[in-house]
């Protein structure tokens, strides 16, 4: 099982806050741990790793759900990894529709820019853009 760890222990050694350690405790991603004797948590090295690989699923962009995926594929060693190739394939697709859509608001906001003029805020093209008579 390996050494029992305090929840600022384990939230430290995850690099997490440990609002975050009681969130995904929360919500599932993490079992509940023992208690001691004075009612604190104590984690075990198996959480810790289970916390460093939440927190890194998180960190490239997984939703909780996906994470939760990922972790019940993961319990499974020996299946198929398809299905971890799906879930990070269809992650993928979701990252370069918002790299497009932040390439096409990069466009529009450096047009914008590029119309100022100067002159008062009365006749900003910016504030203008942003207005209710905007097309």
Excluded at 9 to 28: L, Q
Excluded at 38 to 53: I, V
Excluded at 78 to 84: A, F, I, L, Y
Excluded at 121 to 133: H, Q
Aim: with cysteine; charged share 30%; aromatic share 6%.
């Amino acid at each position: 099982m390996g050494h029992a760890l305090t929840i600022g222990k384990i939230a430290k050694a995850a690099d997490t806050k440990v609002e975050t350690v009681r969130w995904y405790e929360k919500e599932g991603l993490i079992d509940a741990p023992a208690r001691t004797e004075g009612n604190y948590r104590s984690y075990t090295s198996r959480d810790l790793s289970r916390l460093t690989f939440i927190r890194r699923a998180r960190e490239r962009g997984f939703s909780l759900d996906q994470v939760r995926a990922l972790l019940d594929l993961a319990s499974d060693p020996g299946r198929d990894c398809g299905s971890v190739d799906e879930l990070a394939s269809g992650h993928l697709d979701a990252i370069d529709r918002k790299i497009a859509d932040l390439a096409a608001l990069r466009r529009e906001l450096a047009t914008l820019l590029a119309s100022c003029r100067g002159g008062t805020v009365s006749e900003c093209r910016i504030l203008e853009a942003f207005g209710p008579t905007a097309t």
